[in-house]
């Protein structure tokens, strides 16, 4: 998810926010935008986001022609279904991410991959954002079984449209590209001529293993088959507060298959749910055999 931003409450008021803005823009605004993408997607703002939030639904305002917060608000609120709804979560929604961020988390994966008789070995990326983190996850994929069609299933998949959008053509800037190795880097990438000089595109042996799709992990389902070998879900859970942590670990662990492996960010813990997960490496962790018991993997 692509990842959030974390929230906290705050003091309802009327008044208008200290710095002058383009746009009416209140505290009680900020409040009711707090209230909104909570409902929406689980995503928590403390008041220290008055002006992202400020400055990133602005654009959506001018697109529209609103003068005021307060009338985007209400004719969002209007209409469930809008289309708009989209387009407001997308700004609210950050984005950080990088090829092989967290590099040991990819060691981990193709020593498991390594150890695995699993065919094919299905990973479900839970953040994917602009898509560097799946296409590293199908690098390893390659490396780690040392063929260009490896059997493995990767399932990318964010809360933000726009971010997959960009993950799915897998085009990127070269900077993007400044980590990887050189080998990494001719293996992997095409780069761009003419009019596209600058940028690069993954590979068809990368993007074929990748399939880019919408999931709001707050939903009560998901559009997803079957159990994981690996789910990666780093780096998002720290956006939600607990109860909504232990909502989707929960849902997570059922997609897990009784081996399988739960990768997560480097500075969150499952310790709040021993009874289910177990350590098993740095931030990584596997059902406990309490968890397989009762959720009827066996």
Not at 30 to 41: E, G, P, S, T, W
């Amino acid at each position: 998810m692509a990842l959030i931003i974390y929230v906290g409450l705050i003091m309802v008021s009327n008044s208008p926010l200290s710095d002058p803005h383009e746009f009416s823009y209140s505290t009680a605004d900020f409040n009711k935008v707090v209230q909104l993408i909570y409902q929406r997607a689980g995503i928590r703002l403390n008041d220290s986001k008055q002006q992202m939030v400020y400055s990133r639904l602005a654009r959506r305002l001018r697109a529209l022609n609103m003068t005021s917060f307060s009338q985007y608000l209400t004719q969002l609120e209007k209409d469930a279904d809008s289309e708009e709804w989209q387009q407001f979560t997308n700004s609210l929604t950050t984005n950080l991410t990088s090829f092989f961020r967290e590099s040991y988390h990819f060691d981990m994966l193709a020593q498991q991959m390594k150890k695995s008789a699993a065919k094919p070995f299905r990973i479900w990326c839970s953040a994917a954002s602009t898509g560097e983190e799946p296409y590293s996850l199908a690098m390893t994929a390659i490396e780690a079984y040392q063929s260009n069609h490896p059997n493995v299933e990767i399932v990318a998949s964010d809360l933000d449209t726009q971010v997959l959008a960009t993950g799915a053509t897998g085009i990127y800037t070269l900077d993007k590209l400044e980590k990887l190795s050189m080998e990494r880097k001719r293996a992997f990438f095409l780069k761009g001529k003419g009019s596209d000089s600058g940028k690069v595109r993954a590979k068809k042996i990368l993007r074929e293993l990748l399939e880019f799709q919408q999931i709001n992990l707050l939903n009560d389902t998901w559009p997803l088959q079957g159990r994981f070998d690996a789910i990666f879900c780093r780096n998002v859970m720290i956006y939600f507060d607990r109860p909504t942590q232990k909502v989707i670990l929960e849902k997570m662990g059922h997609l897990l298959k009784p081996e399988g492996h739960l990768y997560v960010g480097h500075s969150e813990n499952l310790q709040f749910l021993s009874d289910y997960y177990a350590s098993c490496g740095k931030t990584t962790y596997r059902l406990t055999e309490h968890a397989i018991s009762q959720w009827g993997h066996r």
